[in-house]
């Protein structure tokens, strides 16, 4: 574990101690790693749904309070919306969603992603979460309220598994190399949805080690595009998907 999210875990447990898991949105630590706001960018995304026919119903969200929703489009989130566009661009570059039923996501935050797949998508199989055990209480608490609990195994420990899809938006960019390497070598996957920042915190050649897994997983069709937009929000830090496909 990074040291960076030992120290969000134990916040997170603190918060949960003192108010309680249900106030889980009202956490600093929350919106600092696992909720997207207003940003600019945010609008940008959803006029790009919305032309390509991602309709209300897809990006429709619910349990928020009223402050959190999204000005003017107050039936969504701009959390909804971020974690929507990813499996938009997954979709749009790889042309395929269909027979995709076991999903394996590492680092899945409150379960917002998993909600958005397996309520709206209507994705038949398993969906397995690895995070760390205070986040995975959160989403417990949290797809439990959207009734999806049932559909859902948590892990805290890499194990071996074979799906159909495995899934980490920045969040294997931010686990040191023995974790991630762990990772690609237990959880054998048909496809991949990859987010990834050339840096976090100490971690600095990002770029590198994906380029290195391309490498080394010549079974797989690799697509990298570099997220432009994004690019320009967190400049000098560069952010890029990493989709593939197995050959």
């Known amino acids: 574990m990074h040291k960076f999210w030992k120290s969000i875990s134990n916040d997170i ?6 108010y309680g898991i249900e106030r889980f949105l009202e956490w600093n630590s929350i919106h600092m790693t696992m909720f997207t706001g207003t940003q600019s960018f945010v609008y940008e995304e959803l006029e790009e749904l919305e032309k ?9 969200t619910t349990f928020l309070p009223e402050h959190l929703l999204l000005p003017k489009f107050e039936f969504t989130s701009g959390n909804t919306v971020h974690n929507a566009y990813h499996l938009y661009q997954f979709i749009k570059h790889c042309d395929l969603f269909k027979d995709i039923y076991d999903i394996y996501e590492v680092g899945a ?9 397996l309520s709206k998508l209507g994705i038949p199989g398993q969906y397995h979460i690895l995070d760390l055990p205070q986040v995975c209480e959160i989403s417990k608490y949290y797809l439990g309220y959207h009734k999806l609990d049932n559909r859902v195994k948590w892990h805290t420990k890499i194990e071996t598994t074979k799906v159909d899809l495995l899934i980490g938006t920045w969040s294997i960019s931010e686990m040191p190399y023995d974790e991630r390497n762990e990772i690609f070598d237990k959880v054998d996957a048909e496809r991949y949805l990859i987010g990834f920042s050339s840096s976090f915190e100490d971690i600095i050649h990002n770029y590198d080690y994906f380029q290195e897994l391309m490498y080394h997983k010549k079974n ?3 697509q990298l595009i570099e997220n432009e937009r994004l690019n320009k929000v967190f400049y000098p830090t560069k952010v890029y998907y990493l989709f593939g496909k197995k050959i």
């Open 13 to 18: 447990e603190i918060c949960k101690n003192t």
């Open 52 to 60: 390509d026919g991602w309709h209300n119903r897809i990006l429709e």
């Open 109 to 117: 935050g409150y379960g917002n992603l998993a909600r958005i797949i």
């Open 220 to 222: 797989v069709e690799w």
